[in-house]
């Protein structure tokens, strides 16, 4: 090259720095970048694990998260089945949701039933009435049974502190207990589902969402959910600072007053522990508006089960809870 040569004061071809061109770029929204993270973490774990499984209830967590699965492998089918650990106390239109949502995508449906373990003896009512904390032992047994090696579920770090303790892939040992010093790293969204026979691996594709995210979804996709999340009449009684809906599972004591509310359930579970809140919320639009406004997670302020001690979840969680 001579003093007389000049260099090209264009870019290559290939590339486009124009102003107009740096402006057209697609800006994701928050929504957007969620729902892509929890496509390549259910895309990646079904690629690398040979037996993957959902946990479907009809709650609206699992909703979405379906929701997303199918996104994924859209326009193929959902290539795991969904398990649902049914605790025989759900609320019928959370159960006729759910068989609808299988038949529609035309899924199979695993279910493990704590009434069987129940029947046969394998478990005993507790005193309190609640069967959530019985949920663990059919699940596990579930697990070895149909040798599943990944099981998604629709955890939130956001919902309580133990589960904002816990990775997206989450290692669990050959008695499908988690322990929460034992966690691998998760660098660059580089997830590590590698287990030894035996064992297997939790994993929570919408870890990094928050209740009103889900909500906004559910929005924004025009996602069919239980009519319970919506505000309705119910009879129900005050327990501990909770509404709890008056039913075969749950009966007031002679001190407490039955009422007929406006309610709705911000989460669905066992009826004998999950308790409703007063609300006006008729539609999508009402709920992200009043979640918004919440100072509560939905489990804080809704679920007996997480009462019992400071250390609820993350003692269940160790014995091998969701």
């Not at 870890?207 to 025009?222: A, F, G, K």
Request: proline residues 7%; glycine residues 6%.
């Amino acid at each position: 090259m001579t003093t007389t040569d000049v260099l090209p004061e264009v870019p290559p071809v290939t590339t486009d720095v124009s102003p107009a061109a740096s402006t057209a770029l697609p800006v994701l929204s928050q929504l957007d970048v969620l729902e892509s993270e929890a496509m390549l973490v259910i895309r990646e774990i079904t690629a690398e694990l040979e037996r993957p499984v959902l946990l479907f209830s009809g709650g609206k967590d699992s909703v979405v998260m379906l929701h997303v699965a199918a996104k994924a492998f859209w326009p193929a089918p959902i290539p795991f089945p969904v398990l649902h650990v049914d605790t025989g106390h759900n609320f019928p239109e959370v159960l006729e949701y759910r068989d609808a949502t299988v038949e529609r995508l035309g899924l199979r449906l695993e279910v493990a039933s704590v009434q069987d373990w129940i029947d046969d003896g394998r478990l005993k009512e507790r005193a309190d009435g609640t069967r959530n904390p019985l949920q663990t032992q059919p699940l596990l047994d579930a697990i070895a049974r149909h040798r599943f090696d990944g099981v998604f579920g629709g955890g939130r770090r956001d919902e309580e502190k133990a589960r904002a303790k816990e990775r997206v892939v989450s290692l669990r040992d050959d008695f499908g207990q988690w322990d929460p010093k034992n966690q691998r790293p998760e660098l660059w969204n580089l997830f590590n589902p590698r287990h030894r026979p035996g064992e297997h691996v939790r994993v929570f594709p919408l870890s990094n969402w928050t209740e009103l995210d889900v909500w906004r979804y559910i929005e924004r996709e025009q996602i069919d959910l239980p009519g319970l999340y919506y505000t309705h009449e119910r009879d129900v009684f005050s327990r501990d600072g909770m509404l709890l809906a008056v039913g075969p599972y749950s009966r007031p004591r002679a001190d407490e007053l039955v009422e007929r509310r406006r309610v709705r359930y911000r989460t669905v579970g066992d009826m004998s522990c999950t308790g409703a809140v007063a609300s006006e919320a008729v539609s999508v639009a009402d709920v992200v508006a009043e979640v918004a406004a919440s100072t509560l997670t939905e489990r804080g302020a809704t679920r007996a089960d997480d009462r019992i001690s400071e250390a609820a979840m993350e003692d269940r969680k160790k014995e091998g809870y969701f």
